[in-house]
């Protein structure tokens, strides 16, 4: 009778187990939800790579150094197969970088026009836009209450606003221009307006709220020159960034 009972026991355990088991990789109480996620985005552009036809002359070009920003996006997770989803979203984002010194040299002119060499203290680019991201992702439940889920997709990226702000010794007031125009009068060079991205990251879900990690890279090139110039160089730039999430998801 003993025997019996522990077998029983053993048995109770291991239906347990195997249930719990099963949950991590196929939980039949998954259902869609809507989220939304605050993050702290850090540029990292990637170098500007200019190049005359044929490829006999190419040079690499720091021009832009990593910088802070800041972004908010709302999610709607649908589940598909076992913990298989997609996640697609949309969001505001307002990122910066800095343009280092080496690239100030193309203000030079400028300054001269205005009547007066000085020394640009400060030189940033400021950048407002839209993304919307479609994530595909597994996620694990190791408990009702807390999961592990791995992600990537596309991300588009439009831009509302790009502006390179610059101050100068000599004078009070800030400058800014738009990088969305052209330069001058001489030059229709201009940064694309719509990017495509790749994005890829982990996220760890804690009850309701979530705290992820992304890196996003540029597939498209963010440079744009003019028709006339094209056959006399061309400019490859790709903007990057790496996400730190915090989130809620209401289900």
């Known amino acids: 009778m003993e025997a019996k009972r522990i077998l029983a026991g053993i048995l109770c355990v291991a239906g347990v187990w195997g249930a719990q088991a099963q949950r991590v990789v196929n939980n039949p109480d998954n259902k869609a939800y809507w989220g939304i996620r605050a993050s702290f985005d850090l540029t990292v552009p ?16 720091d021009t832009f150094d990593p ?33 280092n010194n080496g690239s100030m040299q ?19 680019v400021r950048k407002t836009g839209m993304r919307i991201p479609a ?18 997709g596309p991300v588009l990226d439009i831009g509302f606003s790009m502006d390179e702000y610059y101050k100068v010794s000599t004078y009070e007031k800030s400058f800014s221009a738009s990088m969305y125009k052209a330069r001058d009068r001489y030059s229709e060079d201009r940064m694309q307006r719509t990017n495509l991205d790749w994005r890829i990251g982990v996220g760890v879900d804690i009850h309701r709220f979530v705290i992820s990690f992304n890196w996003t890279a540029g597939l498209t090139n963010s440079y744009l020159v003019a028709e006339k110039n094209r056959k006399d160089y061309k400019i490859d730039f790709r903007q990057n960034y790496l996400q730190f999430s915090l989130g809620y998801n209401f289900r």
């Open 46 to 61: 990637g170098d500007a790579k200019v190049s005359v036809p044929g490829g006999n002359i190419s040079v690499k070009d």
């Open 67 to 99: 910088n802070a920003g800041c972004s908010v996006e709302g999610i709607f997770n649908i589940p598909i197969v076992a913990n298989f989803y997609i996640e697609p979203g949309m969001g505001l984002y307002y990122n910066t970088m800095v343009i």
């Open 106 to 124: 193309n203000l030079i002119s400028y300054l001269e026009h205005l009547g007066g060499g000085g020394q640009i203290t400060t030189h940033s």
């Open 135 to 152: 994530m595909a992702g597994y996620h694990f439940d190791f408990t009702p209450n807390v999961r592990l889920a791995v992600f990537t």
